[in-house]
């Protein structure tokens, strides 16, 4: 069926580009960029500035594990100077696309070939997963979400800034100074979550939902529980893993669980009815909302979670 689908994709882009060919010569000057989700949109605007076309290929509000690609996604590929995705679960339509795309002179960024991964693990009390992902018939070995370390995005940022000086040397200056200001608001977020773990009465948080921040934990020495792995397709887990996560936040008195946008479980409200533990968000960053689209920052949204962490963890 995806075969199939592909194909089509492939007769519609031929139509459209000859549709589209004679629109080539009117547009804006500037380094073409197509992201793929709003982390990769977000990073490249810090780092480039004005001046530059970014295209996201996802839609706002759409979870990008669900998201499937249209014909205009192939056709903006086709078209850019700089395609800039995550890699992983989420982003196996895209490589299904670049498969196909021809376009020799096109830059490609793959964030996650710009940090130190780690492996998805199932931690104790976990559900499971059953069934594959939506977005493709094997899982991949390593955690997609990256950008959840500032440390990370730190080095993501200087592997845009160096590409779009390569492919843009005439406007260097301003990336460079443009990834300065950038790195130096992530440093200050780095220090923030260090102060709060360090001085926290306790380590362990919880997620009665998905679990995104294994880079994140992992930086900042935080232990954690689940109800699943960050990129599950599931939304209701076994009775065997509601108790469990019940049981660890009452034996360790855990203040509140954490919920991530665009979830469609109930587990957060079950579990705070029968523990009385509050529930906070948990920002994954995954994409925002129609009205959030190009107001919020990465900043903005971290900024949130250490305020939400440094409760979680008092």
Same mark, same amino acid.
């Given at each position: 069926?995806?075969?199939?689908?592909?194909?089509?994709?492939?007769? +519609?882009?031929? @139509?459209?580009?000859?549709?589209?060919?004679?629109?080539?010569? =009117?547009?804006?000057?500037?380094? &073409?960029?197509? !992201?793929?989700?709003?982390?990769?949109?977000?990073?490249?605007?810090?780092?480039?500035?004005?001046?530059?076309?970014?295209?996201?290929?996802?839609?706002?509000?759409?979870?990008?594990?669900?998201?499937?690609?249209?014909?205009?996604?192939?056709?903006?590929?086709?078209?850019?100077?700089?395609?800039?995705?995550?890699?992983?679960?989420?982003?196996?339509?895209?490589?299904?696309?670049?498969?196909?795309?021809?376009?020799?002179?096109? &830059?490609?960024? &793959?964030?996650?070939?710009? !940090?130190?991964?780690?492996?998805?693990?199932? !931690?104790?009390?976990?559900?499971?997963? =059953?069934?594959?992902?939506?977005?493709?018939?094997?899982?991949?070995?390593?955690?997609?979400?990256?950008?959840?370390?500032?440390?990370?995005?730190?080095?993501?940022?200087?592997?845009?800034?160096?590409?779009? =000086?390569?492919?843009?040397?005439?406007?260097?200056?301003?990336?460079?100074?443009?990834?300065?200001?950038?790195?130096?608001?992530?440093?200050? +977020?780095?220090?923030?979550?260090?102060?709060?773990? *360090?001085?926290?009465?306790?380590?362990?948080?919880? #997620?009665?939902?998905? @679990?995104?921040?294994?880079?994140?934990?992992?930086?900042?020495? +935080?232990?954690?529980?689940?109800? @699943?792995?960050?990129?599950?397709?599931?939304?209701?887990?076994?009775?065997?893993?509601? *108790? #469990?996560?019940?049981?660890?936040?009452?034996?360790?008195?855990?203040?509140?669980? @954490?919920?991530?946008?665009?979830?469609?479980?109930?587990?957060?409200?079950?579990?705070?009815?029968?523990?009385?533990?509050?529930?906070?968000?948990?920002?994954? #960053?995954?994409?925002?909302?129609?009205?959030?689209?190009?107001?919020?920052?990465?900043?903005? !949204?971290?900024?949130?979670? *250490?305020?939400?962490?440094? &409760?979680? +963890?008092?």
């Amino acid at each position: 069926m995806r075969k199939l689908w592909m194909a089509l994709v492939l007769m +519609l882009v031929i @139509f459209c580009t000859g549709c589209t060919a004679q629109n080539a010569g =009117t547009e804006e000057d500037g380094l &073409r960029i197509v !992201v793929s989700a709003y982390p990769a949109y977000d990073f490249a605007r810090q780092v480039a500035g004005e001046g530059v076309q970014i295209r996201m290929l996802t839609r706002p509000g759409i979870d990008p594990h669900e998201y499937e690609p249209t014909p205009q996604n192939m056709i903006d590929i086709e078209n850019c100077d700089i395609f800039i995705y995550n890699g992983g679960e989420s982003d196996v339509w895209v490589d299904e696309l670049l498969k196909s795309v021809e376009n020799d002179s096109m &830059r490609i960024i &793959r964030m996650m070939d710009c !940090v130190t991964l780690l492996e998805e693990e199932t !931690v104790e009390g976990m559900e499971v997963e =059953t069934e594959d992902h939506a977005h493709g018939e094997t899982s991949e070995e390593y955690d997609e979400h990256v950008w959840l370390s500032p440390v990370n995005v730190m080095q993501i940022a200087g592997s845009l800034c160096d590409t779009l =000086t390569k492919a843009d040397p005439e406007n260097a200056e301003t990336y460079e100074e443009n990834t300065a200001e950038f790195l130096s608001a992530l440093e200050e +977020l780095d220090a923030r979550f260090r102060e709060i773990a *360090a001085n926290a009465k306790r380590t362990t948080v919880v #997620f009665a939902d998905r @679990f995104p921040a294994r880079y994140f934990t992992e930086e900042y020495g +935080l232990t954690y529980y689940a109800a @699943f792995p960050g990129c599950s397709s599931q939304t209701e887990p076994s009775a065997a893993t509601v *108790a #469990f996560l019940i049981d660890k936040i009452r034996e360790e008195e855990i203040p509140f669980v @954490f919920s991530v946008p665009y979830s469609l479980s109930s587990l957060p409200q079950t579990i705070s009815e029968e523990t009385g533990a509050g529930i906070l968000m948990f920002n994954s #960053f995954h994409n925002v909302s129609d009205r959030e689209f190009g107001q919020v920052t990465y900043i903005d !949204v971290m900024t949130e979670n *250490a305020q939400a962490l440094a &409760r979680a +963890l008092n």
